[in-house]
């Protein structure tokens, strides 16, 4: 299983540094990625070609254990909900 987030660099903004920022780990399926990369787009029409990206990396047991434990809890708190 793959996963993707939306990154960016906020060099853009006149800042010397290269600070860049991260979103959240998704599963990379087609609506994500979909998503991401109209986000992307427009970041980079309205800061600079190459200031927003997207990261790809293998789903690691970890996240996968973290994501699971999330929907847990949220199957939890839906049991909970009158």
């Given at each position: ?10 060099t853009y903004s006149g800042r010397n540094d290269e ?30 070609p190459a200031t927003h990206w997207i990261d790809e990396?293998?789903a690691s047991v970890t996240s996968l254990c973290v ?16």
């Amino acid at each position: 299983m793959r996963e993707i987030r939306l990154r960016w660099s906020t060099t853009y903004s006149g800042r010397n540094d290269e600070l860049k920022e991260g979103g959240q780990w998704h599963p990379d399926t087609p609506e994500n990625r979909e998503t991401f990369e109209m986000v992307m787009e427009s970041g980079n029409s309205k800061f600079g070609p190459a200031t927003h990206w997207i990261d790809e990396r293998d789903a690691s047991v970890t996240s996968l254990c973290v994501a699971g434990g999330q929907q847990a809890d949220k199957d939890e708190r839906e049991k909970k909900e009158p």
